[in-house]
T-cell receptor, first 115, second 114 residues
Framework: DSGVTQTPKHLITATGQRVTLRCSPRSGDLSVYWYQQSLDQGLQFLIQYYNGEERAKGNILERFSAQQFPDLHSELNLSSLELGDSALYFC??????????????FGSGTRLTVV | DAKTTQPPSMDCAEGRAANLPCNHSTISGNEYVYWYRQIHSQGPQYIIHGLKNNETNEMASLIITEDRKSSTLILPHATLRDTAVYYCIVRVAFAQGGSEKLVFGKGMKLTVNP
């Protein structure tokens, strides 16, 4: 158990639908990162939040949005889903208040299948 | 972030040392070398990182050349469970509140054979 919790582990939904993926970071970590991993694209950075504020944005589609709440958990919202959105979605957290500089701790991911 | 070059794949016999190379010829003075691995479809796992000196932890050793243009990750006694995709990444140090994201390349597939 890495300490980063992602729910649900698996999600199957139809095209056009909307889903929400949830991430609870490791205790003390203020930054949350979202990554998408599809078969042919590798790990793609989507977005980063730090202490509730958006800090960096990657190749995130306009149909996707995210937020980080006061308790530091984060949600990734995916709407108007397409078949190509089928992928593994990983959340990672980093940088405890002790500033460990040990990089990211990843969750076990949510496997999204759009049918 | 500076680019890294890794071979696409490597095989290793179980019980032997696995030496995973990485070239990072454009690395800057303030950039660290980080290694992560991803076993099957699990979340990537931090292995080790270093700046100039060689580093060792319970998982692996990291050897960085004096000119810092390349490095080698060493798994001293590879097991079947070490079969994974290994990512070599160079980047500046993490800072609280910083926006420097971790950029993953294609990595290198290590297969440990019985």
């Amino acid at each position: 158990d890495s300490g980063v919790t992602q729910t649900p582990k698996h999600l199957i939904t139809a095209t056009g639908q909307r889903v929400t993926l949830r991430c609870s970071p490791r205790s003390g970590d203020l930054s949350v990162y979202w990554y998408q991993q599809s078969l042919d694209q590798g790990l793609q950075f989507l977005i980063q939040y730090y202490n509730g504020e958006e800090r960096a944005k990657g190749n995130i589609l306009e149909r996707f949005s995210a937020q980080q709440f006061p308790d530091l958990h984060s949600e990734l919202n995916l709407s108007s889903l397409e078949l190509g959105d089928s992928a593994l979605y990983f959340c990672a957290s980093s940088v405890s208040v002790q500033d460990s500089n040990y990089g990211y701790t990843f969750g076990s991911g949510t496997r999204l299948t759009v049918v | 972030d500076a680019k890294t070059t890794q071979p696409p794949s490597m095989d290793c016999a179980e019980g032997r040392a696995a030496n995973l190379p990485c070239n990072h010829s454009t690395i800057s003075g303030n950039e660290y070398v980080y290694w992560y691995r991803q076993i099957h479809s699990q979340g990537p796992q931090y292995i080790i990182h270093g700046l100039k000196n060689n580093e060792t932890n319970e998982m692996a050793s990291l050897i960085i050349t004096e000119d810092r243009k390349s490095s080698t990750l060493i798994l001293p006694h590879a097991t079947l469970r070490d079969t994974a995709v290994y990512y070599c990444i160079v980047r500046v140090a993490f800072a609280q509140g910083g926006s420097e994201k971790l950029v993953f390349g294609k990595g290198m597939k290590l297969t440990v054979n019985p």
